[in-house]
C-alpha cells in the first residue's frame, strides 16, 4: 500500500448514468469505496476515510453519460 497507516483521505464520486432510471448513490459510493480497498487504504472505514459523498450528475457535459469519476484527497497523515 503506498501510504502509512495514519492517513485519512476524502472521496467524491460523481456518477453519470447512462440513462434515466433511479441509481442508488449509496451502493454506487460503497462499490467505489470497497474498489480502493487494499489499494489506498486498508478498510473504508471512518479511520481512513474521514468525508465521502457520491452525487448524481445527468445531462452535464462535463460528465458523460455512463461514466463515474472519483476525486480522492489525502486530509491527514505524515
Known amino acids: 500500500m503506498p501510504y502509512g497507516p ?6 467524491h464520486v460523481v456518477y453519470s448514468p447512462k ?9 454506487v459510493l460503497t462499490l467505489v469505496l470497497d474498489a480502493l ?10 479511520k481512513y476515510v474521514r468525508r465521502s459523498s457520491c452525487e448524481v450528475a445527468r ?15 489525502r486530509v491527514a497523515g505524515p
Open 6 to 11: 495514519a492517513d485519512q483521505w476524502s472521496v
Open 19 to 27: 440513462d434515466e432510471r433511479a441509481h442508488d448513490t449509496d451502493r
Open 37 to 46: 480497498t487494499g489499494v489506498v487504504w486498508r478498510d473504508d472505514s471512518d
Open 59 to 73: 445531462g452535464d457535459k462535463l460528465y458523460p453519460p455512463g461514466t463515474t469519476t472519483v476525486c480522492i484527497e
